[in-house]
């Protein structure tokens, strides 16, 4: 930007003043704020050039598909396993990633029956195999509390020789009802177990 003749004497005039530089600054200001403020020109940028400006777009909507959608894919999914799943969204009228899904919903319902099929059959075998042991438990505590109360102790390890363990033990303890008392024989107040009745 040039600046005019008289704007430039002034300058000069105030520069052999030998002003303090505050009040030099002042001075200055006031003589070239008319000049810069005239000045209309948009200065013109050096570098690289600004980033555009964006059209304002309204954001996309994302439909989620209807759980009808899904049905309808479910249902052409049973009705044909073995197609494909762009036939199977054809025949549907629905997205590929909806067949997708429908498959995916699929394939966890038969890994959830699976899995509950086999724990029912593993619980029958359980409990096909629990009243044997449970039985041969009471055999055992009815045996060894024939003749009287014994202590828990020795129970236990008698029990454990016998190959019964702790847990069944303590079913057909319950089972049959046995009686928990303490005795001051054999140690401080020693538990001991026996037979109702």
Known sequence: MLLPASTLAAINNVVALHLEPDTTMKVLGAILAPVLSSDSTPARKVGRPGPKPRKATRPRKRRRPTREARDRARA??????????????????????????????????????????????????????????????????????AHGAKPVSDLEEAAEKAHIDPHTLGQARAELGVVTSRANTGGAQAVQWSLPG
């Open 76 to 145: 052409a999914l049973e009705a044909n396993p073995n197609a494909t799943l762009a036939d199977v969204a054809k025949a549907a009228g629905v997205s590929h990633g909806t067949a997708i899904n429908a498959r995916k919903d699929l394939a966890a319902e038969a890994r959830k029956a699976a899995r509950k099929e086999t724990r029912k059959s593993s619980r029958e075998k359980s409990k096909a195999a629990k009243p044997e042991r449970r039985e041969r438990a009471e055999r055992f505590l009815r045996d060894a509390l």
